[in-house]
């Protein structure tokens, strides 16, 4: 049976006591509130923190494993996933959390992230989704909503926006889900289902950056975007039958897919046995 650690003293398991506070984000970044219910969930899970691994690429989420009391490793620029993958061929039996921001998934480590989902490598891929490159000033992102005004879209932002879960399903990840950073306990509960799934899953952590793209397009401060998050959602369930003029705008929370799918290191070890079989019969 899990054992649940009073809530008060959950920082001092899994925060690293050398580590000097305030951290670096800004006053009122959801980063934070992802990071509290990452930890929640692993000790809601009763796991070993010797036995997690957090990686992160560059950017605000990035800063993220400086904090834990895990194995971590602070990668390059859309290449966690990649240093994700050989650390857990290497150890097969260490979870391994992928924490990366919108930017740092979806462009630079875009194929990474495709083709980690196509395997279905056994990782745990948190995005945090704040709709800009929020650590360099605000340019626009894989994910800033089209029309919005960015520092490198000053008359407003002409693409579509990658819809980071919806990929993530297409490309074959078995377990995809969405929340908020209003909805902590519900993201709470996705991170915990996700490290716990068998295969390459993916929880969305929507958290919109008030001190750059809120800024620029008049969203108001850190209570005005929280409000946002929980007045513009609805549950996958709401979304149902719903026609897609309705939904323009609207971030849908819930479970996209919880699915079964060969995994990629049950896989790798097969063909290890196979060659090591053929070669003592050689």
């Given at each position: 049976?899990?054992?649940?650690?009073?809530?008060?003293?959950?920082?001092?398991?899994?925060?690293?006591?050398?580590?000097?506070?305030p951290?670096?984000?800004?006053?009122?970044?959801?980063?934070?509130?992802?990071?509290?219910?990452?930890?929640?969930?692993?000790?809601?899970?009763?796991?070993?923190?010797?036995?997690?691994?957090?990686?992160s690429?560059?950017g605000?989420?990035?800063?993220?494993?400086?904090?834990?009391?895990?194995?971590?490793?602070?990668?390059?620029?859309?290449?966690?996933?990649?240093?994700?993958?050989?650390?857990?061929?290497?150890?097969?039996?260490?979870?391994?959390?992928?924490v990366?921001?919108?930017?740092?998934?979806?462009?630079?480590?875009?194929?990474?992230?495709?083709?980690?989902?196509?395997?279905?490598?056994?990782?745990?891929?948190?995005?945090?989704?704040?709709?800009?490159?929020?650590?360099?000033?605000?340019?626009y992102?894989?994910?800033?909503?089209?029309?919005?005004?960015?520092?490198?879209?000053?008359?407003?932002?002409?693409?579509?926006?990658?819809h980071?879960?919806?990929?993530?399903v297409?490309?074959?990840?078995?377990?995809?889900?969405?929340?908020?950073?209003?909805?902590?306990?519900?993201?709470?509960?996705?991170?915990?289902?996700?490290?716990?799934?068998?295969?390459?899953?993916?929880?969305?952590?929507?958290?919109?950056?008030?001190?750059?793209?809120?800024?620029?397009?008049?969203?108001?401060?850190?209570?005005?975007?929280?409000?946002?998050?929980?007045?513009?959602?609805?549950?996958?369930?709401?979304?149902?039958?719903?026609p897609?003029?309705e939904?323009?705008?609207?971030?849908?929370?819930?479970?996209?897919?919880?699915r079964?799918?060969?995994?990629?290191?049950?896989?790798?070890?097969?063909?290890?046995?196979?060659?090591?079989a053929?070669?003592?019969?050689?």
């Open positions: 049976m899990s054992t649940i650690h009073s809530e008060s003293r959950i920082h001092e398991r899994y925060l690293r006591h050398s580590k000097k506070f951290n670096v984000w800004c006053a009122g970044c959801g980063i934070g509130i992802v990071l509290g219910a990452i930890i929640r969930a692993v000790d809601s899970l009763d796991l070993d923190k010797n036995d997690i691994a957090m990686i690429g560059i605000c989420t990035g800063r993220m494993p400086v904090y834990v009391d895990f194995n971590t490793l602070h990668t390059t620029h859309g290449r966690a996933l990649a240093f994700a993958t050989g650390l857990k061929l290497a150890r097969p039996g260490m979870k391994v959390l992928v990366m921001g919108d930017g740092d998934a979806l462009a630079i480590g875009g194929n990474h992230f495709i083709h980690a989902a196509r395997r279905n490598i056994e990782l745990t891929a948190i995005v945090v989704n704040n709709a800009t490159y929020g650590m360099t000033g605000g340019q992102s894989p994910t800033t909503p089209q029309g919005a005004h960015a520092a490198t879209a000053p008359y407003g932002h002409i693409e579509p926006p990658f980071i879960s919806e990929l993530a297409a490309a074959g990840a078995t377990f995809v889900a969405r929340s908020t950073v209003y909805h902590v306990t519900e993201l709470q509960k996705f991170i915990a289902h996700a490290i716990q799934k068998k295969g390459f899953s993916v929880v969305e952590a929507i958290s919109y950056c008030h001190t750059t793209i809120g800024r620029m397009n008049r969203w108001g401060k850190a209570p005005d975007m929280m409000r946002r998050l929980k007045e513009n959602s609805i549950t996958v369930k709401q979304a149902e039958g719903k897609e003029d939904l323009v705008g609207k971030i849908v929370r819930g479970v996209l897919t919880d079964e799918r060969p995994g990629y290191i049950d896989l790798y070890r097969q063909i290890i046995e196979r060659a090591k053929e070669a003592e019969a050689a």
